[in-house]
C-alpha cells in the first residue's frame, strides 16, 4: 500500500467506512467482450470502501480507489 492509499484508507475509516484492500473481482467472459478486453487476467481494485446508512437513510456508499 503506497502513502496515497494509506490517507485515504485512514480518511474513509475515520469517517464510518469499512474497506477492504486488494479485492479480485470475477469479470465473465462476456463482460471482457464488452469492455473491449477479451484476454484480461483477473482484475484487482486497490482499495474497497463501503458504509451503510444507520440513521434510517436508505442509501449505501461504495468507493472504489484504483
Not at 41 to 57: F, L, N
Amino acid at each position: 500500500m503506497d502513502s496515497f492509499e494509506a490517507i485515504v484508507k485512514t480518511l474513509l475509516e475515520d469517517d464510518g467506512f469499512w474497506t477492504r484492500q486488494s479485492v479480485e473481482v470475477n469479470v465473465s467472459k462476456n463482460e471482457k467482450c464488452q469492455i473491449g478486453k477479451h484476454t484480461i487476467p483477473r482484475t484487482e481494485i486497490d482499495r474497497v470502501a463501503y458504509k451503510i446508512s444507520v440513521k434510517g437513510g436508505s442509501w449505501n456508499r461504495w468507493y472504489i480507489v484504483s
